[in-house]
């Protein structure tokens, strides 16, 4: 029987509480409910999570997980959508615009990468069971580079290899700048769909928000 090498789960849970924390710096206008009931919200999820997984209870640990990730995403697209209704009325002064926009940038990045580190591959529950990772969402270099002399295995198979956290932060924060995948191609359709969309929010976001900011200064 295999040995279960458990992937570190703190950088995950940095990263989701300060997606939650970030919303602070936004107005009020601008947030789906007061900061603090959302940072809360998301703390208390975190917290079942982190507590489910070191209790072994993978679907208890998942359903915690996800409803962080719905949390998430639902405020980010609010302050996301209400800011570009506030535009034409210049409801906002440009500095906040331009504060609010770099507050929905970073936010962006944690929160799909959160997304595609959970998902890929049946989630890091599933990964974890796997000596390698050699299928999934995404084509890691690691997966497509055949390592010298070992028969045609590639690199991740020969060094047991598998993604973390922060090769999904990666992906995630190369989507949002490049508008596509650099190094990382994506082979599910799931994930093109989640990049076009992180893609049109990200271009918003720094398109459309932070140049109307600059132009009214």
């Known amino acids: ?21 970030l919303p602070f710096a936004l107005p009020r ?3 789906v409910l007061p900061q603090w009931i959302v940072a809360l919200l998301v703390t208390a999820l975190v917290a079942g999570a982190v507590i489910a997984h070191y209790m072994r209870q993978q679907r208890m640990n998942e359903l915690f997980g996800y409803s962080v990730l719905v949390v998430l995403t639902i405020a980010l697209l609010f302050s996301l ?6 535009l034409p009325r210049h409801a906002e002064p440009a500095k906040r615009l331009l504060e609010s926009a770099a507050v929905l940038w970073v936010t962006n990045v944690i929160v ?3 997304w595609y580190w959970r998902l890929d591959a049946g989630g890091p529950n599933a990964r974890d069971g796997r000596v390698a990772h050699s299928r999934g969402a995404f084509l890691f270099p690691q997966m497509a580079i055949v390592a010298p002399g ?18 999904y932060l990666a992906l995630s924060f190369y989507t949002c700048t490049a508008f596509s995948p650099t190094d990382v191609p994506v082979l599910s359709r799931w994930a093109k769909m989640m990049m076009m969309v992180q893609a049109v929010m990200s ?14 200064l």
């Open 150 to 167: 070992a028969d045609g295995k590639s690199v991740a198979e020969m060094e047991k290899w598998r993604p973390q956290f922060v090769d």
């Open 203 to 216: 271009f918003t976001t720094v398109g459309v928000l932070a140049a109307r900011a600059v132009n009214i």
């Open 81 to 86: 959508v209400t800011l570009i209704v506030a």
């Open 112 to 114: 799909f990468a959160v």
């Open 29 to 31: 206008s601008l947030s």
């Open 1 to 21: 029987m295999t040995e279960i090498k458990y992937e570190p789960r703190w950088p995950v849970v940095l990263a989701t509480l300060a997606a939650a924390a």
